[in-house]
């Protein structure tokens, strides 16, 4: 989707993995390995993308580590573009609308690293109904063109895999909590 507006490959997978978990940062020969292009290529993406003000880059030791810049006024539609191509909001709205015991949805595995794999990992935490359940992710898995994994936990389980390091980079994608005071702040209560 994002190939007939921005023309770099390159660019494309540099904004795709920086901006699907903003607290990922990322240094050249990373990213020139992990898209399997010269670092050239990645070099010249990175400069641009940092002249611009898209990303911040900051050294450290002799690797110089670059990440979304959260600060630019581009950052919400960059993040909301790449969240929309990647298939990740699509999924959270489908699960959310239909699931209502649901408390908070965490992306977990290659997405949460910002890799676009077309397998999304996702753990669910609340009292959810397994055919329901079953039954979204098919029909969003067609719309998306993605596989998606889900893993059903409570908060207790979910805590316990965190502490043990089980579940790898973890990022929340939406909370119960969050949507009420969101909701409340937009109709002035």
Do not use: C
């Not at 940062?25 to 990645?42: D, P």
């Not at 990740?88 to 908070?104: F, K, P």
């Not at 990992?121 to 329901?132: H, M, Q, S, T, Y």
Request: aromatic share 6%.
């Amino acid at each position: 989707m994002l190939s007939g507006v921005i023309t770099s490959k390159t660019k494309i997978n540099i904004l795709v993995k920086l901006f699907l978990n903003p607290a990922m940062k990322a240094y050249l020969r990373e990213l020139a390995s992990e898209f399997k292009v010269s670092t050239n290529s990645v070099r010249t993406e990175l400069n641009n993308l940092t002249k611009n003000g898209v990303l911040v880059s900051e050294r450290e030791g002799r690797n110089v580590y670059y990440r979304a810049n959260t600060e630019h006024p581009l950052f919400p539609e960059l993040s909301s573009m790449v969240r929309k191509i990647t298939g990740i909001d699509e999924l959270a709205h489908s699960v959310i609308d239909r699931l209502g015991n649901l408390e908070t949805i965490y992306l977990t595995g290659d997405y949460a690293e910002g890799k676009d794999t077309g397998i999304i990992d996702v753990i669910l935490i609340g009292r959810i109904n397994r055919e329901k359940l079953d039954d979204v992710i098919v029909k969003t898995e067609r719309y998306i063109g993605r596989k998606v994994r889900p893993l059903i936990l409570d908060e207790k389980e979910f805590d316990l895999l965190l502490k043990k390091g089980t579940l790898g980079n973890v990022m929340k994608l939406w909370n119960k909590n969050t949507q009420k005071l969101q909701q409340e702040r937009e109709n002035g209560e």
